[in-house]
């Protein structure tokens, strides 16, 4: 996710954070703004790597079907993972065929 905020707004946020949630905190105190990177570059990197999470959702879910001995399906996925019709449409086949062929 990106998102654009000042750096001192930013520096208070991680000040109030740190006195209320300290697990909070020790997962947002390394967040570095990224001033001179591309915004096309950076948000084709955004969507791959929620492309890649979203596979390797998919990929989980049929392996575990495929141990189960239950025949996967578009559905029985989606109703593991809730990811949209429309992107099971894309990625099911390449990646049903890419754990058979693990077997």
Known sequence: MLIEIEE???NQVLKIVKLRNTTLYNQIKDIKPIMNLNTI???STARTIKTDRIKKSI?????ELIQSNINPSKYKV???TNIAYITLNKYYNEILD???NER
Request: net charge neutral; glycine share 0%.
């Open 59 to 63: 990929k989980s879910i049929l392996r």
């Open 78 to 80: 989606h109703k593991s």
């Open 98 to 100: 890419e754990v058979l």
């Open 8 to 10: 001192n707004d930013f």
């Open 41 to 43: 570059d950076t948000l």
